[in-house]
């Protein structure tokens, strides 16, 4: 699983439009090994879950 988002994730983030937008908000996208990509992604899961709790984020 963390193998087929990390692709898509390297996919979108490569495109030209993507990168700009990312740039204009200050951000700079980075390159990452699946296994480095995965380990972010859960030390990030508490923040959103936090954020999503906080802001009381439901499905549509």
């Known amino acids: 699983m963390i193998d087929k988002l990390h692709a898509e994730v390297q996919r979108i983030a490569a495109m030209p ?3 700009e937008r990312l740039t204009t908000l200050g951000a700079e996208p980075s390159a990452m090994s699946p296994a ?6 859960k030390a990030e899961i508490p923040a959103m879950a936090k954020i999503v709790k906080d802001e009381r984020i439901t499905e549509e």
Do not use: I, K
């Open 36 to 41: 480095e990509f995965g380990n972010w992604l």
């Open 17 to 19: 439009e993507v990168r």
